[in-house]
């Protein structure tokens, strides 16, 4: 139940080719604290309910629960959440033994294109595709809980 993730910008939509699978994502936060965040989300045509804990110093590695829940469950619980919703098209690309999901956003937070990895441990190396830009791991803006209450648009 531990997470170990890296996040990074997007430079370029080449990924979009390289990519085999991509799934619509609709996510709320019923808690936005970074100390627990309380996430309900539908990722095509399934939901979730995820708790995650607080990152290490790093911003890599922090606790993570999810359990599926039912669509119809997953849209009451929307209904509760903060104000905010994600909206987001999530892309699966596989690159030499790894997958990225990259993320792109709509709404209030269109223009922002993110990709994260997910390791087995902090140390793990791993081939960078050549539209991997700046990692923002530990840079709590890029977190979507962070977004759904401080839109991209609103940043500049």
């Known amino acids: 139940m531990v997470e170990i993730e890296r996040k990074y910008l997007v430079t370029n939509c080449d990924f979009i080719t390289e990519s085999n699978e991509k799934f619509r994502i609709v996510q709320g936060y019923l808690n936005s604290?970074?100390?627990r965040t309380v996430r309900v989300r539908i990722k095509?045509?399934?939901g979730f309910l995820t708790i995650k804990g607080l990152g290490n110093e790093s911003g890599m590695t922090r606790f993570e629960w999810e359990k599926e829940i039912s669509i119809t469950e997953a849209e009451a619980l929307l209904q509760l959440c903060e104000h905010g919703v994600i909206d987001k098209t999530r892309y699966h690309v596989f690159y030499e033994n790894h997958l990225f999901e990259v993320d792109v956003f709509y709404g209030?937070?269109?223009g922002l294109i993110v990709a994260e990895i997910e390791l087995q441990s902090e140390n793990e190396t791993f081939s960078k595709p050549n539209w991997l830009g700046n990692e923002v791991t530990s840079d709590e803006r890029y977190y979507n809980s962070f977004l759904s209450n401080h839109p991209f648009k609103s940043w500049k």
Do not use: T, Y
Request: proline share 11%; glycine share 12%.
């Open 33 to 35: 604290n970074p100390e």
């Open 44 to 46: 095509g045509d399934k």
């Open 108 to 110: 209030e937070n269109e």
